[in-house]
């Protein structure tokens, strides 16, 4: 047993890091549901909105993941190791991020209607989403290793779907590509809602080896 396991077995357990990652991810399902809802709608004048409200949930992110590294920098004992703390806390912003960048693209490549493949990657970010605030919640006590273990496999073969059809789209668009342009735009668009869901199933390993270490 490490130092600073043996210390966060004798000493009372700072829980704020608790509440804080479950509010973090929290807001990463927040941003999933937002995203997913309002993308298929369809509707280009709601994505100005949409950049707006999920900007705010970025920004939400961004100051939580600042509140784990100055409680870190200033709590002795942690629950869990203070690395694993932090590399989970930088995961689980960067899915906002990534949901983020998709708005803002929306909206700097003018885009005007979306394609199906994007509806069902979607719903992919939601069902991931959802699955990463279960897992994030069960690092409390890590009591049941049974399904953690089978939420992670959720999660990873979520990523293996979503993977199938990003390809599948990219094939699509290159078929028969009569605007260089716009098959860019799509390009940039189709990786970056597939960047999100692996920015998902990377949380999950981190909630994975972290349970491990402390099993």
């Known amino acids: 047993m490490s130092l600073n396991a043996l210390m966060r077995w004798l000493k009372p357990r700072e829980m704020i ?12 399902y927040q941003a999933a549901q937002l995203f997913d809802r309002e993308i298929r709608s369809n509707d280009p004048t709601r994505f100005a ?6 900007k705010d949930l970025e920004h939400n992110g ?7 590294i100055e ?8 629950p869990l190791e203070r ?3 932090l590399h989970l806390a930088f995961a689980i912003d960067d899915v906002v991020d ?29 069902e991931g989403s959802g699955e990463i605030l279960h897992l994030t919640k069960s690092l409390r006590n890590m009591s049941n290793q ?3 273990v089978d939420r992670i496999r959720r999660v990873h073969a979520l990523e293996n779907k979503a993977d199938s059809i990003y390809h599948a789209a990219l094939a699509q668009i290159f078929e028969d590509p009569k605007d260089a342009i716009e098959l860019l735009k799509w390009k940039e668009l189709l990786e970056e809602v597939e ?6 199933e990377l949380v999950a390993k981190v909630i994975g080896s972290t349970v491990m270490k402390n099993a």
């Open 83 to 85: 690395e694993d703390i």
């Open 98 to 126: 990534r949901i983020h960048s998709v708005c803002e693209r929306l909206i700097l490549y003018r885009i005007g209607h979306v394609m199906p493949a994007i509806t069902e990657m979607s719903s992919i970010i939601v």
């Open 62 to 68: 961004d100051n939580l993941t600042q509140q784990i």
């Open 49 to 54: 909105e949409l950049r707006r409200q999920m």
């Open 146 to 148: 049974k399904e953690i």
């Open 71 to 78: 409680r870190l920098n200033h709590t002795f004992v942690t």
């Open 195 to 200: 960047h999100a869901t692996d920015k998902i």
């Open 17 to 28: 890091f608790f509440d804080l990652l479950e509010e973090a991810t929290a807001n990463v």
